[in-house]
């Protein structure tokens, strides 16, 4: 099976190839120093080089969106969330089962968020901002920069799960004045799904170490005080570490971030105009991101297309969820995929129409 979907991505053979190698005791000085090492080097391709202010979670992204609500804001906050989406939504979902009061500018799936969408919210006693920089039901990549400034005027927290866009977009957390980045293992990555990483700001674990979550698994604290030795409170995912130090290995082999970056782009833009030429069509209201394209299928029955797809070309990509199940799927461009691998898609795409149109 080739997998064109945003995660888990299609692995590269580097990373594959650390389970054939022996392996330290994770509560041992040496593995401890391995981590510090490893995620020091993750550190600074987020944009964030404050000493021991990465943390590493075995959860979901979604265990770790829960853990930041829970460290980060209180009953006492007044919350604002980029809602554009289902996982703008999971913030809203999370807000509200965690009683933290907030409010959400939501966006109709077409629709581009703008400097004006905003305006409403200036100087109204809003405390942080929620943002899924990447909507990945969407495609949507939100504009960093003007949601910088927004907060910046406002002197609230931001805080951004770039789960999908980082490794795939262009990210800065320092330079953004971002204080909290969320990103999981499975996305750009490219490693096995099961490892969380939360990057904080100094100005947000102040905060942290003022306020007390309702989990004892996901307090903060405690995970910082491990973090100074390369440890945490339990146990890891030990083997996705080893991932994480090869994919790190790899992007330096290759060139260095630009170059990764450049190369997706790459990848992105070579799909978008290939899959024109067959006569299919992607958003153009909003900003895309070169993670993935949302491709819109008006001919034929997305989902059956998806299927189809899976069943007789063993070629996995996304399909979209809701009212747009019908008319739209969605292509990956990170993980381990190659131009030809494009192409060949590209082939199977246009005749898998070919088929499903002369069924109906």
Not at 103 to 117: A, M, V
Not at 168 to 179: G, L, W
Not at 270 to 288: A, D, H, M, S, V
């Amino acid at each position: 099976m080739k997998h064109f979907i945003v995660g888990p991505v299609e692995t590269y053979k580097e990373v594959q190839n650390i389970y054939k190698q022996p392996y330290l005791y994770f509560r041992s000085n040496e593995f401890g120093e391995f981590v510090k090492e490893t995620l020091n080097r993750l550190s600074s391709l987020i944009g964030n080089n404050d000493k021991n202010s990465l943390l590493y979670l075995t959860m979901s992204g979604t265990g770790a969106m829960e853990a930041t609500i829970e460290n980060c804001v209180t009953p006492k906050d007044k919350v604002l969330v980029i809602n554009g989406g289902t996982f703008g939504q999971r913030f809203c979902e999370l807000l509200k089962f965690h009683n933290i009061p907030f409010d959400s500018i939501n966006l109709k799936w077409n629709e581009s968020l703008t400097k004006e969408h905003l305006e409403y919210y200036e100087n109204k006693g809003y405390t942080t901002l929620f943002v899924n920089l990447h909507e990945t039901s969407t495609g949507q990549l939100y504009d960093v920069k003007l949601l910088s400034e927004f907060t910046k005027r406002n002197n609230m927290f931001f805080i951004v799960d770039a789960i999908s866009t980082f490794l795939a977009d262009t990210y800065d957390m320092s330079k953004y004045n971002i204080d909290v980045t969320i990103i999981s293992s499975q996305k750009g990555l490219c490693l096995s799904p099961g490892l969380s990483f939360v990057s904080l700001s100094k100005r947000i674990i102040d905060k942290i170490y003022k306020t007390t979550p309702s989990s004892l698994y996901f307090d903060f604290k405690d995970y910082l005080k491990n973090i100074e030795r390369g440890q945490t409170p339990y146990t890891p995912a030990v083997f996705i570490m080893y991932e994480l130090k090869a994919i790190l290995d790899l992007i330096d082999n290759s060139g260095g971030l630009e170059k990764w970056l450049s190369n997706i782009k790459e990848k992105c833009q070579y799909f978008r105009e290939q899959i024109c030429k067959i006569g299919l069509n992607i958003p153009t209201t909003y900003n895309l991101s070169n993670t993935m394209t949302p491709v819109i299928c008006d001919t034929v029955n997305a989902n059956e297309l998806v299927k189809y797809l899976r069943d007789h070309y063993e070629i996995c990509v996304n399909p979209c969820g809701g009212n747009r199940a019908n008319y739209m799927f969605r292509v990956s461009h990170i993980g381990n995929t190659t131009k030809k691998d494009i192409d060949i898609l590209i082939d199977k795409i246009q005749k898998t129409i070919e088929v499903l149109a002369k069924r109906n």
